[in-house]
């Protein structure tokens, strides 16, 4: 089944550092959207990308598609402390389907 | 900027008992879903709602959940009869016209069910 898996499931990086996360999925899409989630609260969405593009930029988030090898990658620079949260990338296919979300990589960024 | 809200934001029951959890999706959506979140586990698609009638639901939406839009701004998930198994967190969610073809879904906060 058509499913978004990110990996790792957890990352530990010092304040100002990258991080990237990496996010797999098994079948054709029709877009491809990033969320975070802090403890306990609600989905915030972050950026949608199409499977006609490759990469999208919002503030210090950088997401790139690649459809041939059915990945995303979501990079956040010079992260701060408040960027700790966790992942999610979610994918829609072709046929209209909701949202199928992966597991979610937990990002701690440490002060 | 507009906003999906949710309520109750908490909400503690019996089981065997039933719960009506309430979203006002953006006005101008009209695509609406539920998802839910157990917890430590990954959000789930329950159910998506559009022109007053379910367009698709998963395995985890059977005849013990239902959804109405009673009138033009919410969106209710009733859960009958609920069982331990259905404490989560409850997501209620819209997106503009076009729905999952590349349209934005927004999220909100939540509603966290338990049932004891």
């Known amino acids: 089944s058509q499913q978004g898996e990110e990996d790792p499931q957890a990352l530990s990086i010092q304040e100002g550092e990258n991080a990237t996360m990496n996010c797999s999925y098994k079948t054709s899409i029709n877009n491809l959207q990033w969320y975070r989630q802090n403890s306990g609260r609600g989905l915030v969405h972050l950026i949608l990308?199409?499977?006609?593009?490759r990469e999208k930029h919002s503030g210090r988030l950088r997401v790139t598609l690649d459809t041939s090898k059915k990945s995303s990658s979501l990079l956040i620079t010079a992260s701060r402390a408040a960027d700790t949260a966790s992942y999610f990338c979610?994918?829609?296919?072709?046929?209209?389907?909701?949202?199928?979300f992966g597991k979610g990589t937990r990002l701690s960024v440490i002060a | 900027e507009p906003e999906v809200t949710q309520t109750p934001s908490h909400q503690v029951t019996q089981m065997g008992q039933e719960v009506i959890l309430r979203c006002v999706p953006i006005?101008?959506?009209?695509?609406f879903y539920w998802y839910r979140q157990i917890l430590g586990q990954k959000v789930e698609f329950l159910v998506s709602?559009?022109?007053?009638?379910?367009?698709?639901k998963s395995e985890i939406f059977d005849d013990q959940f239902s959804v109405e839009r009673p009138d033009g701004s919410n969106f209710t998930l009733k859960i009958r009869s609920t069982k331990l198994e259905d404490s989560a967190m409850y997501f209620c969610?819209?997106?503009?016209?076009?729905?999952?073809?590349?349209?934005?879904?927004?999220f909100g906060e939540g509603s966290w069910l338990t049932v004891v």
């Open positions: 990308i199409r499977s006609n593009e």
């Open positions: 979610a994918t829609v296919n072709s046929g209209n389907t909701p949202l199928v």
């Open positions: 709602f559009y022109n007053n009638e379910i367009s698709e």
């Open positions: 006005s101008n959506h009209l695509y």
């Open positions: 969610a819209s997106s503009e016209p076009g729905g999952g073809l590349g349209n934005t879904i927004y």
